[in-house]
């Protein structure tokens, strides 16, 4: 069914509630991201005519032209009670409530999710639920960086002619392998017991808090000295996390590295081919999308309710 053009501006509002996936470019905070969408969403709402809007009827008065002349001159009157210029716009930022499924960092682009009015307790049974994320981690060998960022000093450089794609798929296969285990002692299973055994059939579980990040799945996409990229799908992560472990990877192969891209490719079922670009941050990209993902939730319930231990991704 094909949406339909609504000129009412209070219909819109009302019905401005839900999820919406937003793609975040590389260098932006989110509170910026934020109010850009909240900024072009109330402009659009204040564009529309509301329904509520009084007629404006031209009531002439009669008004002294002075002691020089006597005679009345007829002035149109205007409703000062609802003109903008003394009441504000109609809709303004703050009444629009909105808030992130999960944050991302200033250095980091991709997938991020917005729950929007009604839509904010969606967003937290998600975050709740705690979906795997899937990033593209791209380093460069023989600089380290301090926040291991491509924004920060150069520390350190070192020779990295050594390094081949086998030593470094090897490499990640082997964190994989760790972090799986590491899966088990953070939900409290002895890794010599029988319940253990029972997850394990199972397949990939999730953590019982989000204290420590866990990485369900970790491989080389691309090398290109001294460039590489990974794909990182893993929970409770931050920018600061992944960046570390692309200085971990760099030590690890008697060389250094530091990260010069992170790009969030997606959130659960929220890909980064449904996401809303920049240009289209306006109320009719944001209803659209917030349809989209609607369907993606009546699609996978388990987003908003996980009734199983074991991973649903």
């Known amino acids: 069914m094909a949406l339909q053009k609504v000129r009412d501006a209070s ?72 003109h ?3 009441t504000g716009p109609r809709y303004q930022m703050e009444d ?40 593209h981690v791209t380093g460069q060998l023989g600089k380290a960086t301090e926040t291991h960022l491509p924004d920060s000093h150069i520390t350190l450089k070192a020779n990295y002619r050594h390094v081949h794609p086998d030593r470094l798929s090897a490499l990640v296969s082997s964190l994989q392998a760790s972090h799986q285990c590491k899966m088990f002692e953070l939900c409290g299973v002895d890794m010599q017991s029988q319940a253990a055994y029972e997850i394990a059939c199972k397949g990939l579980i999730r953590p ?3 204290s420590q990040p866990i990485i369900y799945g970790i491989k080389l996409i691309d090398f290109q000295k001294p460039h590489f990229t990974l794909e990182i799908h893993a929970i409770n992560e931050s920018e600061s996390y992944l960046a570390t472990l692309v200085h971990e990877i760099g030590i690890e192969l008697r060389t250094v590295a530091h990260c010069t891209a992170l790009r969030c ?49």
């Not at 005679?71 to 609802?82: G, I, P, Q, T, Y």
């Not at 909105?98 to 009015?117: K, Q």
């Not at 944001?286 to 993606?296: A, D, G, L, S």
């Open 11 to 82: 219909l819109v509002f009302r019905n401005l509630n839900g999820i919406i996936n937003v793609y975040k470019p590389a260098g932006m905070k989110i509170k910026h991201v934020r109010a850009a969408i909240l900024h072009n969403i109330c402009e659009d709402l204040n564009a529309l005519k509301a329904n509520n809007e009084p007629e404006s009827h031209q009531i002439p008065l009669l008004e002294p032209g002075g002691a020089a002349d006597p005679l009345l001159r007829k002035v149109n009157s205007l409703n000062l009670a609802e």
């Open 208 to 210: 019982a808090n989000n």
């Open 265 to 313: 490719i997606r959130h659960g079922k929220f890909s980064v081919e449904g996401a809303l670009l920049r240009h289209a941050w306006n109320l009719p990209g944001v209803v659209r999308n917030m349809r989209e993902q609607k369907e993606i939730l009546e699609a996978h319930p388990y987003l908003l309710k996980q009734d199983r231990i074991e991973l649903r991704n």
């Open 96 to 135: 629009i409530r909105c808030a992130t499924v999960a944050s991302l960092g200033v250095h980091t682009s991709g997938v991020l999710l917005f729950g929007i009015n009604k839509g904010l307790k969606q967003s937290m049974r998600i975050q709740r639920n705690r979906p795997i994320r899937a990033y």
């Open 84 to 86: 903008v210029l003394s």
